[in-house]
């Protein structure tokens, strides 16, 4: 069952568009990661999500109910990490989450508590004295801080040094686990969406270009070093290739299986099969779609 439906998202930035008819889906209590490159329109996205962008093409469906503008109850069931973060610098970190607290309704102190337990953020300090890393930290409380049903990150690691990026995305694991939340997260770090991710949609000039479970993505892409038996041989149109000297390289992105049994019909000989690693499949699907 989808948690979230977008349908031919466009936006555009003056002349500059920055969704282009975007539609993807996401499912209940899956982790889903939005790929892509910088500019490519992953924030625009996420805000229309939570509302932060009412004017905009296209339709969103969250909870199965279409959103309007104005119609912001759905937003109660979601927590927003933002990429760029607004918080009350002349508040404490305890400060703040007491008042966010008041103003949903949810004190959340046993997911603080956890959330403590693990980055042990200063939280008797002013957030003006947080590093870049910590207020990101403080979004996540505050975001958790109320049991979202969906979760929604915008580069969820950006400022964070390896050691606490690894201690967020244990957390993450564990709390999907125990709470069945679904989770939309962004970013232009392929290790993350690999690492964390079941089902990846790949966006780009403000278009989706592929949407995958992860395992099924990399199950069924491979490289093909092929040998042509006659002249006349035609390589498959729905591949990327480069000839090399007598070989030919054929990379298949989620259609390996489609494409061996094309080639084995054909004058071709398969020399060679090879797995294509996660960033390998990336890296050739973007460049196949400039």
Known sequence: MNILKCENLTKSYGNVKALNGFSFTVSRGSITGLLGPNGAG????????????????????IFGE????????????????????????????????????????????????????????????????????????????????????????????????????????????????????????????????????????????????LEEDIDSLKENSALFVVKAKSENAEIPDFVIYEKKDDFIEIRAIGNAKETEEKLLETNFEIIEKIPLTFEEIVVNYMEAHK
């Open 66 to 209: 279409k959103i309007s503008p104005g119609n912001f109850s759905y937003r109660r069931k979601i927590g927003f990490v933002p990429e760029d973060f607004s918080l009350y610098e002349y508040m404490r970190g305890t400060e703040i989450i007491e008042f966010n607290g008041e103003l949903t309704g949810k004190s959340g102190e046993k997911i603080i508590e956890n959330l403590q337990n693990t980055f042990k953020l200063p939280l008797e300090r002013k957030i003006a004295t947080y590093s870049r890393g910590m207020k990101k930290l403080l979004s996540l409380y505050l975001a958790l801080q109320t049991n979202p049903e969906l979760l929604v990150l915008d580069e969820p690691t950006d400022g964070l040094d390896p050691i606490i990026r690894s201690k967020l995305f244990d957390f993450i694991f564990d709390y999907v686990s125990r709470f069945k939340t679904t989770i939309l997260f962004s970013s232009h770090i392929l290790s993350e969406i690999e690492r964390i991710s079941d089902r990846v949609v790949f966006i780009k000039n403000g278009k989706r270009i």
């Open 42 to 61: 992953k924030t625009t996205t996420l805000k229309i999500i939570n509302g932060l962008i009412t004017k905009y093409g296209g339709e969103v469906e």
